[in-house]
């Protein structure tokens, strides 16, 4: 595997489920976040992890719950989430204090709640 | 709070003309980015602007940054098919603790 990945690519569930989506970079990368993408709003920064630390958390409702083990492993738990969080998921890493801290984007989790 | 403003919204460009993709911000930033977006698929980056005056090429796209007017442009010349995708910029505080999108502009180039 190369790049960011993430899985599952596809996930249906219904409001009382829970399910987690994941990510892994294999980039060597010491930075990974969440983004949220809807189809009437602009691509929305949802968490940051720092060297493992979570530096950010844009009001995000606490049914979505990150947790990163490790460099290069990051989880988005979700539970009682709400048909409005339908969305894309997509997940990216960087080099952060790099050149260019450029993100490099997985393909993403279409998730649909039903 | 860092806003970032992307117009047009949606261009339907012939095939072989020029047009430009403009991206204002609010605030004083480190960095600005530039994505592409394919139906369907993730985002790709194409450019990072980290300096006023920076400007960057590939292929039939340039970007350029001003950060003076907080103002980037996204120039195409002579466009072809193979160039419509969502372009996207994106603005970024140091270490991407805040990082913020366009809204994007959907990209059609006709023949």
């Not at chain 1, 294999?26 to 930075?31: F, V, Y």
């Not at chain 1, 493992?52 to 049914?63: D, F, G």
């Not at chain 1, 990051?74 to 890493?93: G, I, K, M, R, V």
């Amino acid at each position: 595997e190369t790049g960011v990945t993430q899985t599952p690519r596809h996930l249906v569930m219904g409001m009382t489920n829970k399910k987690s989506l994941k990510c892994e970079q294999h980039l060597g990368h010491n930075a990974m976040y969440w983004y949220k993408q809807s189809a009437k709003k602009p691509l929305e920064l949802m968490f940051v992890y720092n060297f493992k630390e979570q530096t950010e958390n844009n009001s995000v409702p606490s049914r979505f719950s990150p947790e990163c083990p490790n460099s290069s492993h990051l989880f988005l738990h979700l539970h009682t989430l709400q048909p409005e969080d339908s969305a894309l998921y997509l997940c990216a890493s960087s080099e952060v204090a790099g050149n260019t801290d450029t993100q490099y984007f997985g393909p993403g989790t279409r998730l649909t709640v039903l | 709070e860092l806003k970032v403003e992307q117009n047009p919204l949606f261009l339907s460009m012939q095939e072989g003309k020029n047009y430009t993709i403009y991206c204002n911000y609010s605030t004083t930033s480190d960095r600005l980015y530039w994505y592409r977006q394919d139906p369907g698929k993730s985002l790709e980056s194409l450019f990072v602007l980290l300096s006023n005056g920076a400007v960057k090429q590939e292929g039939r796209l340039m970007a350029s940054l001003d950060t003076k007017a907080r103002l980037s442009t996204l120039h195409i010349t002579a466009a072809v098919h193979d160039l419509s995708a969502t372009y996207f910029c994106a603005v970024a505080t140091y270490n991407n603790n805040d990082m913020r999108f366009g809204a994007g502009t959907r990209l059609t180039v006709k023949p």
